[in-house]
């Protein structure tokens, strides 16, 4: 089985999962949280890896899991402090192209990836669930065509200190064939067909935001692959970093303009 078969396939097997879990709500109303939940202990676990220093790492699941206790007040900054973070190290990561995050820098950074992406991911699950499905079908759809268009037809690399592997050639294909695809199974997903063009134009930039800012991270802490528990990916990290990127994004636009959702 090729690389690109590995992650189609566990893409693939994480959509069914969630797929799963988006039907039982009517058996389990929390269920979806609670899958949330597990699922971000295991981003923190991985992430927790990136430190240098146990007790570090340690202290980084110590207050992610206080975070579980933060009031529902403060969700919406949250949100919008996950977004900025993501935007500010995407930035940075142009302007550098350089990996060399501190511990207190990675601890930080972290924080404001993994609890926002939590918060964001049970907003939009309560608010309209089908869009996490669409989320997951689309960043995995273009973290997969990414790869093939870069593999087949890659030249012009973006980001060599950062992402050597992507390429501004994966990038394009998966920025046109992205689209694409979510227009070709509007139907089967129930939404518009021009929705879901847009959704496939914007969700796009941001995968690529998530996937390079954790790759600069990684580098940053000298690690290739935050574990190696998914075929072709690596970790959950690996997995869904895209998906994590997008999620506060979405959050943020569904809170606000609930009525285009």
């Given amino acids: ?56 790492s340690i202290l980084f699941l110590f207050v992610i899991l206080l975070s579980f206790l933060l ?3 403060l969700y919406f900054w949250l949100v919008i402090l996950g977004c900025l973070i993501w935007l500010s190290l995407f930035i940075r990561i142009l302007l550098y192209d350089n990996p060399s995050m501190s511990n207190a820098e990675i601890f930080f950074a972290g924080y404001l990836m993994i609890v926002p992406s939590l918060i964001s991911g049970i907003i939009i699950f309560d608010a309209y669930a089908k869009l996490l499905i ?59 067909l021009s929705d879901a063009i847009i959704f496939g134009l914007v969700i796009t930039p ?6 390079v800012s954790f790759s600069f991270i990684k580098r940053s802490a000298n690690i290739k692959d935050s574990s190696n528990l998914i075929p072709g990916h690596g970790g ?26």
């Fill in 1 to 56: 089985m090729t690389n690109l078969q590995k992650r189609i396939s566990s893409g693939l097997v994480l959509l069914i999962l969630l797929s799963l879990v988006v039907s039982s709500v009517r058996i389990i109303p929390d269920v979806a949280i609670y899958i949330l939940a597990l699922l971000t202990l295991f981003l923190s676990y991985e992430y927790s890896r990136f430190f240098n220093t146990k007790s570090v």
């Fill in 71 to 73: 009031p529902i007040k």
């Fill in 134 to 192: 669409l989320i997951l079908i689309a960043v995995s759809f273009a973290d997969s065509s990414a790869y093939f268009f870069g593999k087949r037809y890659g030249n012009k690399i973006l980001l060599k200190n950062t992402s050597p592997g992507k390429t501004l050639e994966g990038l394009i294909g998966a920025g046109i064939s992205t689209p694409i695809f979510l227009g070709l199974i509007s139907g089967l997903v129930d939404i518009k």
């Fill in 206 to 211: 941001v995968s690529f935001i998530g996937d």
């Fill in 236 to 261: 959950f990290i690996d997995l869904l970093d895209g998906s994590v990127a997008s999620l506060p994004f979405f959050a943020l636009l569904l809170m606000n303009f609930p009525e285009n959702f």
